[in-house]
């Protein structure tokens, strides 16, 4: 099945010489993504394919590809390629095998302290190594955290993060998951942008993005992170918070609150330990200082509470 580009269909690229498109896996208003089959390397990959943009935004989807080639990581999705061709830009990416944790938990799954812990270690550790290369997640939840065949974890959809300098474009937060100050910062975001419309929603009120095009969010990405709105956040820390959220999700079995004031603090419970919950709770302190200070401050503590998981 060869991408299609509107109404017409596109058999004579780059894309479809390399790869038989199969399917598509999932698709918003700026663009698709697609299970791909790659025809030199007979291996599955992912296709993301992003509509028609600036070519401002274009360099911040490009170097955002770069960045994340130079990451290795057992728990995170190698990014194998990125071009632009018919006014598209593609990333292909690593097919990772298995399932994300919002289908398993909206089927009443449970899980046991040991495989919580050793998949916060794993998660830890995957945060550990895009935060040596200036890149935060931004958007950590169970949609977008893969239990892979071999019960391991794999984090994904880097569409929202902050890498380097760089500000991507795409601005959002998950209800229940976003840190305290990123829900402020998306307020910034929405007052200056929206100037008092409603901000557009998806489908299922749980990830809100402020932009529909490409061009305009990008121009005032640009003006209002001169302003020092996004830089003036410890992302490193939000990402903590939002691993931890998600960690309180898997064990209660409820996404938090909407908003985090409303955040109950974790009562000991007969399954689980209360080291393991102080954890969880120090990690979604409303106060970014209150936290631990690093990812790798967070993987020392679980790994000393005897627990193992593969590096």
Not at 40 to 68: D, F, P, Q, T, W
Not at 73 to 85: N, R
Not at 133 to 162: G, M
Not at 247 to 272: A, C, F, Q, S
Request: hydrophobic share 35%; aromatic share 10%; with cysteine.
């Amino acid at each position: 099945m060869p991408i299609m580009y509107g109404k017409s269909v596109n058999t004579d690229s780059f894309i479809s010489r390399t790869y038989n498109i199969e399917r598509e896996l999932d698709s918003d208003i700026n663009g698709s993504v697609y299970l791909a089959w790659h025809k030199r390397l007979r291996k599955y990959v992912v296709i993301k394919a992003v509509k028609g943009c600036s070519a401002a935004v274009v360099g911040i989807h490009r170097n955002e590809a770069e960045a994340l080639k130079n990451v290795r990581s057992l728990y995170i999705p190698q990014v194998l390629d990125f071009l632009t061709e018919n006014d598209h830009s593609y990333t292909v990416i690593e097919y990772i095998t298995g399932e994300s944790f919002d289908k398993l938990l909206k089927r009443g799954q449970r899980f046991t302290e040991a495989q919580i812990i050793k998949w916060y270690g794993q998660l830890a550790s995957a945060l550990s190594e895009i935060h040596k290369h200036e890149i935060c997640h931004r958007d950590i939840k169970p949609a977008n955290i893969i239990l892979t065949l071999n019960d391991d974890i794999c984090l994904i959809d880097f569409d929202s993060a902050f890498v380097g300098s760089n500000d991507t474009g795409q601005i959002s937060r998950s209800l229940g998951y976003a840190s305290p100050e990123q829900y402020e910062y998306f307020k910034l975001w929405r007052n200056i942008l929206t100037a008092g419309k409603e901000a557009t929603h998806s489908g299922n009120e749980e990830t809100v993005l402020l932009i529909n095009d490409c061009k305009t969010e990008s121009d005032i990405e640009t003006g209002f992170t001169k302003n020092n709105g996004s830089k003036d956040i410890n992302w490193k820390l939000s990402d903590i918070y939002s691993l931890g959220a998600t960690m309180y999700h898997l064990l209660t079995g409820k996404r938090p609150p909407v908003r985090p004031e409303d955040v109950i603090r974790i009562v000991k419970m007969n399954r689980y330990s209360l080291e393991i919950l102080k954890i969880i709770e120090k990690s979604m302190r409303n106060d970014p200082l209150e936290r631990y200070t690093s990812t790798e401050a967070l993987e020392k503590v679980l790994l000393s509470k005897n627990h193992s998981y593969n590096k």
